[in-house]
């Protein structure tokens, strides 16, 4: 099946630094790709739209400002938390649709930010 | 406002049990379901996509079903094993981008 990548796995940083979250399909291009939030035993929260060559979609309550989104080509989408605080700690995971509005969503393996 | 409820929320059975999980949902104009499991701390896995113009999906031992004018979906795992213990997501495409997701039936299956 298609494979939607996702890097780094884990990752902790100091409170005040950035990072930054690589999203990759790996065998389809994808003009669209979905940024998601995951409490403990919660189901997921999307945060954001990523759109080729287009700025993001955000979702009520996300601050573009601190979650940046960049989509610079048909495989690449980056989420980059600035300025990175405790209660930005959780689980990020990316998706992509491949095809058109019918096509089947497949997602990465998930981001742990930890930030101390 | 679509509306994706799964039930039951856990589920526990004894290994080899066939077993039945449910996804609701309120509005019935929908492009697709798609059935996902996810294992603690990892991503979504796609088990089976059910366009809104078909009955039902099958792969191995799951069958998802799906009834578009009710509002349901079911996905049947027969055969229960041990390594099917996950939490099951279903999800529904409204299109327009939009992607609802229930909360998850947490399965544990008892070897």
């Known amino acids: 099946g298609a494979v939607v990548s996702q890097h780094p796995s884990r990752v902790i940083c100091k409170s005040g630094t950035s990072v930054k979250i690589e999203c990759r399909s790996l065998?389809?291009?994808?003009?669209?790709m979905f940024w998601y939030r995951q409490f403990p035993k919660q189901s997921l929260m999307l945060m954001a739209t990523?759109?080729?060559?287009?700025?993001?979609?955000?979702e009520q309550g996300v601050e573009k400002d601190k979650f940046l989104i960049n989509h610079a080509s048909l495989t690449l989408s980056t989420l980059t938390v600035t300025s990175a605080h405790p209660e930005d700690s959780s689980f990020y995971i990316c998706?992509?649709?491949?095809?058109?509005?019918?096509?089947?969503?497949?997602f990465g393996e998930g981001s742990r930010l930890t930030v101390l | 406002k679509q509306e994706v409820t799964q039930i039951p929320a856990a589920l526990s059975v004894p290994e080899g049990e066939n077993l039945v999980l449910n996804c609701s949902f309120t509005?019935?104009?929908?492009?697709?379901l798609q059935w996902f499991r996810q294992d603690p701390g990892k991503g979504l896995t796609s088990l089976l996509l059910?366009?809104?113009?078909?009955r039902e999906q099958t792969s191995g031992r799951l069958n998802a079903s799906l009834d578009k004018s009710s509002g349901r979906s079911t996905l049947y795992i027969a055969a229960s094993q041990p390594g099917d213990s996950a939490t099951y997501l279903c999800?529904?495409?409204?299109?327009?981008?939009?992607?609802?997701f229930g909360a998850g039936t947490r399965l544990f299956v008892k070897a």
């Open positions: 509005d019935s104009a929908i492009y697709n």
């Open positions: 998706s992509a649709r491949r095809g058109r509005d019918t096509g089947e969503l497949f």
């Open positions: 059910i366009q809104s113009s078909q």
């Open positions: 990523s759109n080729e060559g287009s700025k993001a979609t955000y």
């Open positions: 065998d389809f291009q994808a003009t669209t």
């Open positions: 999800a529904v495409n409204t299109g327009g981008f939009k992607t609802i």
